[in-house]
């Protein structure tokens, strides 16, 4: 599925702060960017994301802070008045 598809279909710009303990050295923390499309307010793709990270990967988490932006909304959405070909 396109960007602009997942858009239009409710998907919103998601971005995680991940903060996990570092394997060899557990009182350090060290910080992950994670940003993807997802469904707002359950996170489907983020949860499996972390799903993996916790069953897959040594450092185990500490937090993940959540902040999203729908890009486009229904009301910025119109047909066009005009047509323009080119040739």
């Known amino acids: 599925m396109s960007e602009m598809e997942k858009i ?3 998907y ?3 971005t ?6 570092l394997p060899d ?3 350090f923390l060290q910080t992950y960017i994670w940003q993807e499309y997802d469904l707002s307010p359950k996170y489907p793709t983020l ?3 972390l799903d993996f990270w916790e ?3 040594d450092g185990p988490l500490h937090s993940v802070r959540i902040a999203s932006k729908k ?4 009301s910025e959405l119109r047909y066009s008045s005009a047509e323009y070909l080119v040739n």
């Open 8 to 10: 239009l279909q409710g």
């Open 25 to 27: 050295y557990p009182e």
């Open 12 to 14: 919103v710009l998601t």
């Open 47 to 49: 949860k499996k994301f």
């Open 16 to 21: 995680a702060e991940i903060l996990y303990h």
């Open 71 to 74: 890009l486009i909304s229904p």
């Open 55 to 57: 069953a897959e990967l």
